[in-house]
């Protein structure tokens, strides 16, 4: 069993987060890093950061040391986020390949973390009303990314997660 105990950050961290400060895992989204603990394991200290994911009411504590190769990252910059929502704007790029290929590459985009991939996702999965019902999986894999577009665009514009879908549905709905 470990040993829990709180412990400061120091500025040695290769990558350092903050306690209240948002960040993004991968293949989770956006969660909010709760502390820095260590824990005692073997006989060995190991720090980690303790990241919480509300909506997925889900806490991923990541080794400080590991957080590059885990793919943990500060929020996007606006600047990022405004590049994003001008790919949505893009024409749609659907290849004509067998879904399931194509499904591996959007859940591949949507895994990287990256806010411009996730929006070529959300872009090339949308559809209008003239245009022919998704199937069950493209719908899941399309409110996937959607919702991970939604919540990094609220937390770095700092708004709740209503005005981002609003603002992300008249963008989609004016390309």
Do not use: C
């Not at 987060?17 to 394991?41: L, Q, S």
């Amino acid at each position: 069993m470990a040993v829990v105990k709180k412990a400061r950050s120091s500025s040695k961290d290769t990558l350092s987060f903050k306690a209240g400060e948002y960040v993004v895992y991968p293949t989770h989204g956006v969660g909010r890093v709760t502390g820095i603990e260590t824990h005692d394991v073997s006989g060995a200290e190991l720090r980690v950061f303790v990241i919480n994911f509300d909506k997925e009411k889900m806490t991923l504590r990541v080794p400080v040391g590991k957080v590059s190769a885990a793919g943990l990252r500060r929020l996007s910059n606006r600047k990022i986020m405004e590049t994003a929502l001008s790919t949505l704007k893009r024409r749609t790029r659907v290849k004509r390949t067998m879904w399931s290929r194509r499904a591996q590459e959007y859940e591949a985009k949507i895994n990287s973390g990256n806010p411009v991939s996730i929006a070529e996702v959300v872009r090339d999965l949308h559809r209008k009303g003239d245009q022919p019902d998704q199937s069950y999986s493209e719908r899941q894999m399309y409110q996937a990314a959607f919702e991970r577009l939604v919540r990094e665009l609220a937390a770095v514009e700092r708004i709740n997660e209503e005005a981002a879908i609003k603002r992300l549905e008249r963008v989609l709905h004016a390309a």
